[in-house]
């Protein structure tokens, strides 16, 4: 006998039998189908939560998805900051203990440094680091001390780098190291933008806005109408959009050949960046660069 009941018919035990093998029978679905139904329900759960994060992802970035899959592989977390070329053909990440470099070709360079507050790329797609105190260059896969500034700031531009200390000293260093100029932004050490094609430079300190030409540093007559909260720059190299502060107030174009501004219908939320070197915005994106709309 196999152990499953018979029919059997014309007592009261086999009706008993008979009727429970049926409950039996009839329950036995039921904790299958709430296994497949709980089951189910995490998979809706997390494809639905997933797949936002996986397309927002850096790594699903339209511009700089490959160049962040790179750098996720060539340097682990934590990452304190990011650096993009100004063609766009180079990007760079960095850490308590190291820089990443990727290429646009899938090429690699992990660098150990300590200490590195900043990072940029100038005009000539090199590479250069706030380290340790001290101003770092790329040659030849390595970093070589430029002088005995200690900048806390930086930024490319078309002949080379902005380097700005805590003190407020600003310096242009040309792609070979030679000073091209120098001067004393007053108040604490603010935000160093640099515009389109890499010509016109910007601090942001305590709402006040200075303008430099990015090679010289002389200084360039910006009055904006109201103490600036942030900038974005634009297509033109002597345009800048900016947003008055606090937060929400109302916005400007500036002209800053001429010296003029207009109201602007807005400016955007979060602050981005504009390559001097292509017409594309970048703003940050979990310690990688992502693309950020046009303001």
Known sequence: MSGREGPVTGSRKGARASAKATRALSARPWPLTIAIAAALGLLIYTATTSLPYLISSPTADPHFGALNDCLSRALPAPRLGWAVSPDASRAAVYGPRGIAVCERGGASLHLDV??????????????WVSAGGRLLREEQRALRPVGDFAPVSLAGHAGGVLALD???????????????????????????????????AAVLTDGALRVYDARTLSP??????????????????????????????????????????APAPRSPETPARRLFGRALYVQGCDGFPCTAPAP
């Open 220 to 261: 360039l007559p910006a009055e904006p109408p109201c103490a600036v909260d942030r900038l974005w720059w634009l297509d033109a190299p002597e345009r800048m959009l900016i947003g008055c502060a606090p937060s929400g107030a109302p916005a400007f174009t500036l002209d800053l050949r001429a010296g003029t501004h």
């Open 114 to 127: 300590t200490g590195t507050l900043a990072a940029t790329f100038g005009g000539d797609n090199r590479l």
């Open 166 to 200: 805590e003190a407020g000293h600003l310096v242009s260093v040309a792609s070979d190291g030679a000073v091209l100029g120098q001067t004393t932004v007053p108040g604490a050490a603010g935000w160093l933008t640099v515009g389109a094609a890499g010509t016109l």
